[in-house]
């Protein structure tokens, strides 16, 4: 157990760097930054203790607002995916999804339909709490659109790069 959530400490410092370093202030045509942190709502172990893993997302979505100044919004985004993430599973895996292997033998459909629903949801609490007014409406769904696009390209690059390497 000790050695579990030690694994899952330095996953989330990791991708914690790694978003920090390369990511966090990379601007794509000015406007796109991907969240490389979504990987640990991604990669988290789909048998694992639910209450871990909320506690765990906002955690991490409160480090990631206090290096990144975002006042909450990934707090409030992080907590939010974390609570709907077995309504999602079951959504794009499947109802009789048992299997613990956390994505490396679902079929690239699944993948793809899984990693761009959790991407959505986050980008769109994101931006309603980055905004929050009304008249920025199709601000926030431009923003949403591009960066969970980007988002999904290199999300699932990684999962595939890190597949063919093990």
Do not use: C, W
């Not at 579990?4 to 996953?11: C, K, Q, S």
């Not at 991604?42 to 100044?69: A, H, P, R, T, W």
């Not at 690239?108 to 931006?127: E, G, M, P, R």
């Amino acid at each position: 157990m000790i050695k579990e959530y030690a694994l899952i400490f330095f996953n989330l410092f990791t991708l914690l760097v790694i978003h920090i370093v390369f990511f966090s202030n990379l601007n794509l045509f000015g406007i796109v930054n991907p969240s490389v942190f979504l990987l640990f709502i991604l990669l988290y172990k789909f048998d694992s203790e639910q209450v871990n893993f909320i506690v765990f997302s906002f955690l991490y979505g409160m480090l990631l607002d206090l290096i990144l100044q975002t006042a909450g919004n990934h707090s409030i985004s992080m907590l939010f995916i974390s609570f709907l993430r077995p309504t999602i599973i079951r959504f794009s895996l499947g109802d009789n999804f048992e299997n613990n292997s956390i994505l490396s033998n679902i079929r690239f459909y699944n993948k793809a339909i899984f990693i761009s629903s959790v991407t959505l949801i986050h980008q769109i609490i994101f931006y309603s709490f980055e905004f929050f007014d009304f008249l920025m409406f199709f601000e926030i769904i431009k923003l949403t659109i591009l960066n969970s696009l980007f988002t999904v390209i290199i999300l699932l690059g990684f999962l595939n790069f890190f597949r063919n390497k093990s």
